[in-house]
Structure formats: structure tokens, C-alpha cells
């Protein structure tokens, strides 16, 4: 009885949502978008791997390799608005050794030099602060390392307790220099966002989990911390999406629920310059696990969410120096920001 | 004489169709308020006189409408099926069960109406016009029941076809109500405890009325299984719905098939183990398989001593995994500390083929890292295994390198301490069968007695993986620094160029085993193979980040963590899939069903990173 209710409210709740979808454009690009590993927003800077093992820079009529290693090595690249820096990530023996949990070599490139420079061993290579710190993550060693583009010296390492799950990776961001945010999950299974104070190197819980077998997520949008809690696949919590100013003395800041659902949303708590996203479960018509899920924005005023993808499997939501975008097989269908394609017609005409 | 029904039977003529619903009820309760006041009641000798009687239409009427609507479906508009489900217990009135029955007798001209008592009902009307219930009524009494139940034959229907055909002629089958009546009375258990609880001790009359219940319901849950009482409860509920009792059917329970011994233990041992610590006997699994199939949530959690993706599925969900899973040969192991998620389905495929479950060694990871060094040597192909001790030979002064694996494993060459010595026998002279101890970091201290002579490898618990340690060897408390490490696994799971195709994990795999090899691009090709191809085994790789969404999150465009798997089966429902998939991240016991077009978009985002594009699902036969 109370599921029956419980389906009627959820299907107000998706009736009274905004639903205003429009096919999403795909991502164009001249050289095979299979190759391309990042486009600068501005499409100016364009990286691209090549099987010889090399990260080459794209651009008119030229390339050029910025970065040569072993062959076939895989490339991983991306950026924020703002920061000077790319972040490469090179795994040199990407085919010979499936490992979860190895560590790839890092890079940082500036935008107007594009010399790499590497700058540690580990995953999840973050730029913080507009490109003024990094962090990345010690899979092997469980410790997240905190440093500055501009010194390059690894100046905090927080040990992560997560250990019943040895594929967890943290989540990560900087408020400002001083405060950094993550995630971890405790020997109970409860997973907490945690304040890491820089300056005297003391950790505080900042937001908890009130039930296990839930995950967190953060990201900062507009002087907000954004936290969200959602299910494992299988786990029936629910979904909640919180915020709270991100200013002043955090630690004392309220929170407020600005999203609560009772579907195992996938999540991927997204932050761009203009929205919130994440990615809403829409039930199930087949077998078991046979779900339907779209990308949604969350107005964290007014607190409506509106579906803006109508892909029905959407698993990950991806963004590249300020566009979202979500990858589904061989496309990326652009959410935010250009899909790249510029009309050269004029060009090829005065060519000839 | 009394008509009671006289002016009711008028209002409920054209029950059905004319009457609305509501106007029964109403019928229906004006009729049960109106008999409360009936005294009239029947002697045997009375019944047995009269010319004839009957049931008055309202009284049949409110039977149809109380009755659950399962039970219903017992009723084919006949009368002895009627009074089957009144033997049973499973006819309701608005006031509940039946205890007395208003009967209209008829002598001469003169018509009566009346009352008589349930036993009295049974024996003077029911039993003459339905011998055949008296005879079944019989068989299902307490007294007889065991001998009944183990006349019965229970199997799971082999089809959906088979099983709705089935369900057809349970429905047609009179001993279903005695089923139902069983089941009924089970689940009424409850319900008279608390009532007993509640009952004043000074009220004689009904507690020893509800301690009779008791006893007999015990009596019935004796000759119950638990395997039979789900199979009754699932029919009984479902006598209206027969696509959803196959449906029920099909997905067998199989932590209870588990206690009641009907199959192998081997898929929960880890789970069991977790929950229960230390040595497992039989009683303790079969405990352990009971709470299983009764907390769904239990199967997320156990994982402590076996280290993999967590939380796993529910135990609803790995049950129906586990169940239509083709994987037969479970053995422990711990995907999350091998640190080769192609080590993992490596070994987990040449433990299939070749039909064996390791034994349980030390270490957990060992069971994968010792079965996967094993195959790499029959296969000639040990440089898969990157693992090793290397040195400057004194001799030929050159670089010598000795395959080791991490941790001690008598049955393997490769076992740490028989190539530790070997090596340091080649450049220190230890004596090559000397026995190097394994010690956490935790554990040593090199002050205590044991740890001063002799050979200790000295490890980090929170860094060791059955493919990278970290670790330091002490040989009389001398640091041993000459020896260069090598770690990792150095394998292709399919062929990357041309000049290395002989040597992928999956060319290895076929070749050695003389198996041949398809590629399976939709989910058509994978049903067909898995009807066509009984013992064929599919596996494949695709990407961490679309396989399993909730725990890899990408964050760049290509981020793709390549995950080998193995599907065990296929669940199907209006030609939509969804798949069994052993993750090469998720121990071998804990499956998770995942939903086809995942798999594909896992497969296609790896094919489209892929050097050569290769497509990453294949079946072996």
C-alpha cells in the first residue's frame, strides 16, 4: 500500500518537474573523437594520443608531440575554467596491466607553454582553486596528496580509512588554501565528508551519512558546498542532495536539503559554472536492474529539477574545461558549452 | 418457520454484473446482522428427513465476495469445490471463518431456514454429496500428512510453459485447497501467539482452544519444508496469477536450496565466513543459508576477510544470480588484493576449464595468483608474470630473474620463499631450501626471540597485493638490498598487435584448451550461444565506468578501468536482458546482475579507446 503511494507520489514528482528536453547536440571534431583525450572551451588547444605512445597537440594543419612514452600508452587529459594548467594522466602498460588500483604517472602542462612536467605517481588528478593547487590519489598507498602548481611539492598527505572497499577512490576539493574537502568511508561503513584544515593539519567531520552502504559526493557551486548522498546499486536509501555555504567558518554553516528522492540515482554530482547535474534514476520497465537514467539540473533555490537528456542510459557525466558533457559509447552529446563545430566554409573557399 | 433470505434473495437476484459492488457489501452485511438474531438450529436427524435444501443466495453471495481473491480461483462453479475450500478453512464471511451455516431445509411443502455447526455441515451435507473430499480430508489429517508429503513429487518446472501448464492443473486439482489450507494454517501461527499472550490465564475455554491450533500447526510445519512451504505459499498466493507464480518459481531461493542440502554450499562460504567467524561446519552454513534467504541486506556485508568491490548485491539479487549462473566451481578468493583484475578472470577461467576449486590457502589472494602462474607455465608464457626476484649473476654477470609469487604456497614453484632462496642462494649462498617467515609490518619487531635469525620477509598489510608488495627481507637481521623487484602482470587479455596475438590471456586460453572461440555483438548472439553451446563460457572486458556506474565515476572523456568479467546467464523479460556478470572486481561467490545495454556500452566505450578497435565479448566452446 505504502509502495503504491509511494510510486504515485514519485510519478507527481516527475510530472510536476520540468521537462523540457531537446535532442542533445554531439561533440564534432576533425580529427576522430576516439583520439582526442581534450578540447580546450575555446577549441584552440586540442590533445590527442596516438598508438606510437605519444600525447600530440592538434592545431591548424600542424601537430605536434608534447609528450612521448611507451607504446600505446593511454592519455587521460582534462581542465577547469579558469586554471592555466592541463592535468595528464599516462598509464604506460594500459593493455599489458588491468589494474584498478595502479598508479599512472602525472603531468601538469601550462596552457601557453604545453611542456609537460611531471609532477607524481597516483590517480584522480585534480586542479583546485583555478588551477592554483592539485591533488591526486594514492590508490596503493590510500593517501591523498595536496600540493601548489607553482612549487610542485607535495606540502599535505591525508591517509584515507576507507579499507572495505579497496576500490574507493575520494572525492576532493578546495574551498580555499587553507581548507580542503573530502570524502572517506569509516570500518562501519558509514561515509562521511570530512574538513581537512591545512594549516594546523586537523580533520573534522564536516557532513555524515546517517545510514551505511551510501556514498558521497561534492562539488562547489557558487560560494555553495554541494554534498550528495546516494545508493548503491541494490541498497535502498534513497537519494539526498544538500548545500551549504561554502564562506566563513564552514564547520558552523547549516545545511539545508534541497533534493530528496526515494530512486537509486547513479549521481555524479556535477558542478559547472552555470548548474548543478546529476543523474536521476527513472525505474524500470524490463528484468531486474534494467533501469532508465538521465541527466537532470538542480535549481538549489527553487529547488526543481529539470531532465535535460533523453538518452535513457546515461551512466556518467563528464566536464572538459567548463563543458558537461555525457559519453555514451563512441559520442559525447554536449550539455554545456559548444559541441566544437565551427563552419570553415569560408576557409576551404578562400584555400582555393 | 423463518425466511430470512426471502426479501434479501430478491435485492441479490443478478449478483455481478447488475449489482454493484457496494450493493453487495451492503447486501451482504444486512444479511450476516439479520442472523444474528436466527436461533434455529438443525439436529442431524432434522437434515437427514428433509427433501432438500440449500444455501440461501446472499450467504453464497457474501462467500464470493469475502473469500481472497486467489482462493477464488479454487471455486469453478462447482459446488464440491465450494466445500473443499469451507473443509480448509479458506472461505471468509464478513464476521470470518465460517463456524456456523445457514441452510434452508425443505420437507414437504414447508420450507425451513436455520443454522447448523461446521463439523456438522461437513459430515451431514458435505462429505455425502463429495465422498472424494471425505477420502482427502483423510490423507491431509495430522496423523496421515507425512505420509502424503512424501508421496508428493516437487520440482522446478523446466520452462515457463511447463510451469504454466502446471499451474493449470493445480488450479483443476482438488487436493490445491489442502495445500492452501496447510499454508493457511501456518500463517496464522503468529497471530495466535499473540492471541495467547493476550488471553486472560482464567480463560480456560480459549486458551486450550488456541494451544490445540498451536499443536496442530506444529505438527504441520514438521512435515513442511521449508522448500515445499515456498513453493505452496508462492501457488497459494498466486492460484489468480499464474505468469507471476512461474515467475516466482523461476527465480529459485537459492540460500534455502542451500540449508536443506539440495545444493553445494561453495557460493556463500565467503559470505558465511564473514558473518560467522572461524571454522564453518555444516550446521553453521546452514544457519548462515537460512539468514540469508531471510535478510536481504546481510549479502551487502560480507566481505572483511575477502576483500572485493563492496557492498555487494543483495541477497535477493545474488540469489537469482547465483541461481541462473553457469559457475559451478566457487573457491574463495579476494579480487580487491591481487592487484590483476586479468589475473582474476585468468585463473577464474583455467579453474573452470580444467573443473577445479584451489584449496584454501593462506593468503587469499594465492588461489588466483598461484592458479594463474600455473596456467602462464603449461602455457610456456611465464614473462606474463612480471613478478620477480632479479640479480647481477655472478657468473655470467648479467641480469637473472626469478619468478616469485607474493606469499607462501607449497604446491606452487613459484611459492616467495622457494624463490627467494633460490636467489639468494645464487648470490649470498644461502641454502636454497631455507624457509623464509612472512611477517606483517605490524607483527615485527626485531627484538623479540623469532625474529633474529633466519630469513623474514617483512610486509605491509595495508600495501600488499597478491601482484606488488611492499616489503623488505632480513637475512639475520641484515636488510637484504641486492635484489631488485619486479612486479605486476605483463599480459594482453585480447590481442593488441599482430605480433603478440599468440600470446593474449584469451588466444592462450583457447589454444591450450582446444576451445573455439565467437564473438558475440548483440544480445540475440549471446542468448543463441547460450542455448546452443551448453558448457560455453562467455567473457569479455569493458569499462569499470559503464559496467558499474555507482562505485567508477569518469572524470575525464576516455577514462575507461578496464574490467575482464565472465557472464553466467541471461534473465529475460519481454525480449529485454539482463545479464549474470562475474566482475573481475566482485569476489567469484557475489555475481551482480546488470542490465545488457550496460555491458554493450561498457564493451563499446573500451572497443572505441582500443588500438585496433577490438570488440571485447567473445564465447569459448
Given amino acids: 500500500m505504502l509502495g503504491g503511494f509511494m510510486a504515485y507520489i514519485k510519478f507527481l514528482i516527475v510530472l510536476f518537474s520540468t521537462c523540457a528536453f531537446a535532442s542533445l547536440p554531439k561533440m564534432l571534431t576533425k580529427i576522430p573523437l576516439a583520439s582526442i583525450r581534450f578540447i580546450s572551451n575555446d577549441g584552440k588547444i586540442t590533445l590527442y594520443q596516438k598508438s606510437s605512445g605519444a600525447l600530440a597537440l592538434a592545431t591548424n594543419y600542424n601537430t605536434d608531440d608534447i609528450l612521448k612514452l611507451k607504446e600505446y600508452t593511454q592519455f587521460n587529459a582534462n581542465s577547469i575554467i579558469g586554471s592555466d594548467y592541463i592535468t595528464i594522466e599516462a598509464d604506460q602498460n594500459y593493455n599489458s596491466h588491468n589494474d584498478a588500483l595502479k598508479n599512472k604517472d602525472l603531468y601538469l602542462i601550462k596552457r601557453k607553454e604545453l611542456k609537460p612536467v611531471k609532477v607524481g605517481s597516483g590517480k584522480d588528478l585534480v586542479l583546485h582553486l583555478k588551477g592554483s593547487f592539485y591533488s591526486f590519489f594514492d590508490a596503493r598507498g590510500k593517501s591523498i596528496k595536496v600540493a601548489t602548481t607553482k612549487e610542485r611539492k607535495i606540502l599535505d598527505e591525508i591517509r584515507i580509512s576507507s579499507k572495505l572497499n579497496p576500490y574507493f577512490s575520494p572525492e576532493t576539493l578546495m574551498i580555499d588554501a587553507n581548507t580542503f574537502i573530502y570524502t572517506d568511508i569509516n570500518e562501519k561503513n558509514l561515509s562521511g565528508v570530512l574538513y581537512y584544515n591545512r594549516s594546523n593539519k586537523i580533520i573534522k567531520p564536516l557532513f555524515k551519512s546517517a545510514e551505511d552502504g551510501t556514498r558521497l559526493e561534492i562539488c562547489l557551486y557558487k560560494n555553495n558546498l554541494i554534498i550528495g548522498e546516494f545508493s548503491y546499486n541494490g541498497i535502498n536509501r534513497g537519494s539526498n542532495i544538500y548545500k551549504m555555504k561554502a564562506t566563513g567558518n564552514i564547520m558552523k554553516n547549516s545545511i539545508d536539503r534541497i533534493y530528496s528522492s526515494e530512486s537509486t540515482d547513479i549521481g555524479h554530482l556535477t558542478c559547472s559554472e552555470n548548474q548543478v547535474y546529476f543523474i536521476k534514476d527513472f525505474g524500470s520497465n524490463g528484468p531486474i536492474n534494467n533501469r532508465i537514467s538521465e541527466l537532470i539540473s538542480l535549481d538549489i533555490n527553487t529547488k526543481k529539477f529539470r531532465q535535460l537528456s533523453n538518452l535513457k542510459k546515461v551512466f556518467q557525466v563528464v566536464q572538459m574545461d567548463g563543458r558537461v558533457l555525457i559519453p555514451v559509447s563512441e559520442n559525447l552529446y554536449v550539455v554545456e558549452g559548444s559541441n566544437n563545430f565551427k563552419n570553415d566554409q569560408l576557409e576551404k573557399e578562400n584555400q582555393k | ?621
Avoid at chain 2, 31 to 39: L, R
Fill in chain 2, 1 to 621: 418457520m423463518i425466511f430470512l433470505s426471502t426479501e434479501l434473495e430478491a435485492q441479490s437476484s443478478a449478483p455481478g454484473m447488475v449489482s454493484s459492488l457496494k450493493k453487495m457489501i451492503a447486501i451482504s452485511n444486512s444479511y450476516f446482522e439479520k442472523m444474528k438474531g436466527v436461533n434455529k438450529t438443525f439436529s442431524n436427524k432434522e437434515i437427514a428427513e428433509a427433501d432438500e435444501y440449500d444455501l440461501p443466495a446472499p450467504y453464497i453471495n457474501s462467500l464470493i465476495l469475502y473469500t481472497e481473491a486467489p482462493h477464488k480461483a479454487l471455486m469453478l462453479n462447482n459446488k464440491c469445490r465450494v466445500y473443499n475450500l469451507m473443509i480448509n478453512d479458506l472461505l471468509l464471511t464478513p464476521t470470518g471463518y465460517i463456524e456456523r451455516v445457514p441452510i434452508r431445509l425443505k420437507k414437504g411443502d414447508e420450507i425451513t431456514e436455520g443454522l447448523i455447526s461446521r463439523p456438522q455441515f461437513l459430515n451431514a451435507i458435505v462429505f455425502k454429496e463429495c465422498p472424494e473430499l471425505k477420502t482427502l480430508s483423510d490423507l491431509f489429517s495430522i496423523n496421515n500428512l507425512k505420509k502424503t508429503l512424501s508421496n508428493e513429487r516437487f520440482s522446478k518446472p523446466s520452462t515457463k510453459e511447463v510451469c504454466l501448464d502446471r499451474h493449470q492443473n493445480y488450479i483443476k486439482n482438488e487436493k490445491t485447497a489442502f495445500f492452501c489450507g496447510l499454508i493457511a494454517r501456518v500463517e496464522k501461527e503468529s497471530n495466535l501467539k499473540e492471541s495467547k499472550i493476550k488471553t486472560p490465564r482464567t480463560d480456560f475455554r480459549t486458551l486450550e482452544n488456541i494451544n490445540t491450533q498451536l499443536k496442530i500447526i506444529k505438527g504441520v510445519k514438521q512435515n513442511l519444508t521449508n522448500r515445499v512451504y515456498d513453493y505452496y505459499k508462492n501457488l497459494c498466493d498466486h492460484l489468480d496469477n499464474p505468469e507471476k507464480f512461474c515467475e516466482i518459481t523461476a527465480s529459485t531461493n537459492i540460500f534455502k536450496e542451500i540449508s536443506e542440502s539440495k545444493i553445494d554450499a561453495s557460493p556463500i562460504y565467503s559470505i558465511c565466513q564473514s558473518l560467522y567467524q572461524g571454522n564453518l561446519d555444516k550446521q553453521k552454513i546452514k544457519n548462515c543459508a537460512l539468514e540469508l534467504s531471510a535478510k536481504n541486506e546481510i549479502c551487502h556485508y560480507g566481505a572483511n576477510q575477502f576483500p572485493g568491490l563492496f557492498p555487494k548485491a543483495n541477497c535477493n539479487e545474488l540469489s537469482m544470480a547465483l541461481s541462473r549462473s553457469r559457475i559451478q566451481n566457487y573457491y574463495s578468493e579476494c579480487p580487491g588484493l591481487v592487484g590483476s583484475e586479468l589475473a582474476v578472470n585468468g585463473a577464474r577461467l583455467y579453474h573452470l576449464l580444467t573443473k577445479t576449486i584451489p584449496p584454501k590457502p593462506n593468503l587469499c589472494f594465492l588461489n588466483t595468483t598461484a592458479g594463474f602462474t600455473e596456467f602462464l607455465t603449461k602455457v610456456n608464457f611465464m614473462e606474463g608474470w612480471n613478478n620477480s626476484y632479479c640479480f647481477i649473476d655472478p657468473i655470467s654477470q648479467q641480469e637473472s630473474c626469478i619468478n616469485s609469487l607474493t606469499g607462501n604456497y607449497d604446491a606452487s614453484p613459484y611459492s616467495q620463499e622457494k624463490s627467494l632462496s633460490r636467489a639468494l642462494s645464487r648470490t649470498r649462498g644461502v641454502a636454497d631450501n631455507t624457509k623464509c617467515k612472512m611477517v606483517s609490518l605490524e607483527e615485527y619487531d626485531p627484538t623479540r626471540l623469532g625474529f633474529g635469525d633466519g630469513c623474514i620477509i617483512v610486509y605491509n598489510s595495508d600495501n600488499c597485493f597478491g601482484t606488488t608488495c611492499q616489503q623488505r627481507i632480513f637475512i639475520n637481521k641484515k636488510e637484504v638490498t641486492h635484489l631488485k623487484k619486479n612486479e605486476g602482470v605483463r599480459l594482453e587479455y585480447f590481442a593488441n598487435s599482430s605480433t603478440r596475438t599468440k600470446y593474449s590471456m584469451e588466444s592462450m586460453l583457447r589454444s591450450y584448451f582446444k576451445k573455439k572461440t565467437k564473438k558475440i555483438m548483440n544480445s540475440s548472439q549471446l542468448k543463441s550461444f547460450f542455448k546452443e553451446q551448453k558448457k560455453g563460457i562467455v567473457h569479455g572486458l569493458g569499462c569499470a565506468e559503464k559496467l558499474l556506474p555507482h562505485f567508477f565515476r569518469q572524470n575525464t572523456i576516455h577514462q575507461c578501468t578496464i574490467t575482464p568479467f565472465i557472464i553466467g546467464g541471461v534473465i529475460e523479460k519481454k525480449g529485454i536482458y539482463s545479464l549474470v556478470v562475474h566482475t573481475s572486481m566482485d569476489e567469484l561467490g557475489a555475481p551482480r546482475i546488470i542490465d545488457w545495454s550496460q555491458v554493450y556500452q561498457a564493451i563499446r566505450s573500451y572497443q572505441n579507446i582500443h588500438i585496433r578497435n577490438a570488440w571485447g565479448l567473445y564465447g569459448l566452446y
